[in-house]
């Protein structure tokens, strides 16, 4: 066998490899136009995991158990009203840490197949950019509001809690769930320079 027919044939050999990869890939939704960094990667799976704990933390206030915390906050008083409340914010919060995977995966760059009528179509980067700066900004404000509130500055009272240990709870798991801002912004700038820029 000659170099250039060995050459061939390890090329045809990289070349199947490469687009069983790509077909795998595309088959578990992963697949992107462009390779996404292993950090933004690691972040989109983070944030469910950082907001994880905030969300355990709330559900005794449910059932009137208030955690430490000295004011009743606004819960209702019902059960009947507040562990659906309750319950509900936290589904909606991890379904919203959920979505951030859309910004490094091939379902935040084309319609997976699997949906009626618009499968496999592309989505433009304004679809995905918008919400997620919007979403931004906002975790970006509540990371604002904590770090005013969880250190009384600015005039904004720090909440009043049973002792220390309640207080230190309470400022660990939100201080987890806020950093949802800062990485949600880094995610939304890496889905940006990687969808729209050359």
Request: charged share 15%.
């Amino acid at each position: 066998m000659t170099e250039t027919t060995k050459t061939k044939t390890e090329r045809g050999a990289d070349a199947a490899t490469r687009s069983a990869a790509g077909a795998r890939a595309a088959a578990t939704g992963r697949a992107t136009a462009r390779p996404v960094p292993r950090w933004a990667e690691r972040t989109a799976r983070a944030i469910p995991l950082l907001m994880l704990p905030v969300c355990l933390w709330r559900m005794p206030f449910a059932f009137h158990f208030p955690m430490g915390l000295r004011d009743e906050g606004p819960f209702p008083d019902s059960l009947w009203l507040s562990v659906p409340y309750v319950f509900g914010l936290s589904i909606l919060s991890e379904l919203a840490a959920l979505c951030c995977f859309a910004l490094v995966r091939g379902w935040g760059e084309v319609v997976p197949d699997q949906v009626p009528l618009v499968g496999g179509r592309p989505i433009r980067p304004a679809v995905v950019l918008v919400p997620a700066a919007l979403a931004s900004l906002g975790a970006l404000a509540l990371l604002a509001d904590w770090i005013l509130g969880t250190f009384g500055l600015a005039g904004v009272p720090a909440p009043e809690f049973a002792n220390a240990g309640w207080a230190l709870l309470a400022a660990v798991t939100s201080g987890l769930f806020v950093l949802w801002g800062p990485l949600l912004t880094a995610l939304t700038w890496q889905y940006y320079v990687r969808r729209c820029r050359p």
